[in-house]
């Protein structure tokens, strides 16, 4: 699970996720596996094109659990 997300500055969900990286403020991006990839696809293809690496593998509940949100999340991005 990613443990960076819980304890440094961090934005969860797609629109304030795509809003971090165009604006550069994102460092890495989390995409769930299990979330629509009509949602994760549009993420994972702005992040290749600002170069900012995206880590898959987690479950949505995963990272909801690790931004400590009660619900599941689609997308988390580390700032």
Do not use: H, N, W
């Not at 440094?8 to 797609?14: N, P």
């Not at 600002?50 to 619900?71: H, K």
Request: aromatic share 2%; net charge positive; charged share 25%.
């Amino acid at each position: 699970m990613p443990e960076a997300l819980s304890s440094q500055k961090k934005v969860v969900g797609v629109k304030q996720s795509r809003k971090a990286i165009r604006e550069g403020r994102a460092k890495r991006v989390y995409l769930a596996s299990d979330a629509d990839p009509a949602i994760t696809a549009p993420v994972a293809e702005e992040c290749a094109a600002a170069g900012i690496p995206v880590e898959a593998g987690f479950t949505m509940a995963q990272l909801g659990r690790a931004c400590r949100v009660p619900v599941g999340a689609s997308v988390a991005v580390l700032l």
